[in-house]
């Protein structure tokens, strides 16, 4: 497979997006430029990387461009994840359901409170934070929902990745330094909103042009 | 001000980030470069919709550079923003401190449950969700943090636009169908583990480039 630049996965993620709720056989290109904003040219050289021919007449055949995808990107693959701080965050996701639909197994929940993970009811085992890098060399986890507070995150993620996860999604507000072979995505809703304040201002300003290409 | 193109906004709020916790006077283009993988002529081109001087010959001043992005994006307008649905992500978003200081007030919290309401603590009043618009009207909120369950989020994304609410950080994870003049931000565990397994198949497979230029 050709090598596949970020903006590619990235937009090829939103992708599946589109299609696993869009209730019709046929996708038109013109429909997700109108989605998205990409021009005709970005979808085409996008769809180009998964090497299939997907496209009818009238529009990309929606199951079988997703099935594409999911291939392509490896979203088939199983993946094992935990919940590393589980206050109101955390202790949610531990309950969560949709993670099984898309091929995520949760395995385990640490917390550095021992008593709460007593009293906490969970579908997988809790564990306490020293147990950390055990547990996930045992089950073998790639992925780590981190909850904790804020000024436990940097050394919480230390301990991840000295255990061997591959991946982090931070939802504490700060920016974890971790090595560049880890990969984090950061979910802070003070970055979401101003990423909307920012589209109204610009929309209150002058208009703003949809060109992502 | 020129058109600001979306994916400028979207590299200019991820620069403040970097910027805010940047902890030198000077930022070079290539330390940028580094941290981003976006070209130094993206960079430079991005940074030019500031229309100020923030080069000096060591790299951006930091401070400057900053203050300009905050004004360009107009992020020091104070705005308004409600938490809809205090289960347990909704509640932990009314005890949030970084709210504040990045210029945003929470000014309501909703419930379908009046129980709920009265048991919660918190630093602003709760409502039943019925009081809804009066409650956004009366307090002219512009933002939303929707952390209804799953099957409740489209029904209360209409009530919340019908009340004049103009952006919405979505925590359901589902796709909110709404005017294209709402503002929606969809924040999705899911998608995050997924975003990451992507990365992380393509590592395994091949090297992936950083180009994002």
């Known amino acids: 497979m050709a090598v596949m630049p970020e903006p590619v996965i990235e937009r090829l993620l939103q992708l599946t997006r589109i299609l696993e709720k869009h209730p019709k056989e046929l996708l038109s290109s013109a429909e997700i430029e109108a989605r998205t904003g990409w021009s005709s040219h970005t979808i085409r050289k996008d769809i180009s990387y998964l090497k299939e021919e997907l496209a009818s007449g009238a529009g990309y055949r929606v199951k079988d461009l ?9 979203l088939e693959t199983e993946r094992r994840f935990c919940v590393v701080g589980l206050g109101r965050l955390g202790s949610a996701y531990l ?4 993670f099984g639909e898309a091929g995520f197994t949760l395995s385990a929940g640490f ?12 579908p ?13 060399s045992r089950f073998a986890i790639e992925l780590a929902l ?8 940097q050394s919480t993620a230390e301990k991840l990745v000295a255990a061997g996860i591959r991946g982090i999604v931070n939802f504490a507000p700060v920016a974890l330094d971790v090595p560049a072979s880890i990969y984090v995505r950061n979910v802070h809703a003070v970055d979401e909103l101003r990423a909307i304040a920012a589209r109204l201002n610009a929309t209150n ?5 949809a060109d992502i290409d």
Chains 1, 2 share one sequence.
């Open 66 to 74: 997703n099935a594409a995808i999911h291939k392509a990107l490896g």
């Open 95 to 98: 309950n969560f359901p949709s």
């Open 111 to 122: 917390d550095a409170s021992v008593n709460r993970i007593e009293i906490l009811s969970s």
């Open 124 to 136: 997988v085992p809790l564990y306490p934070s020293f147990k950390m890098a055990e547990v996930i």
């Open 146 to 153: 981190l909850c904790v507070p804020a000024e436990a995150a």
């Open 205 to 209: 300003e002058d208009a703003i042009t």
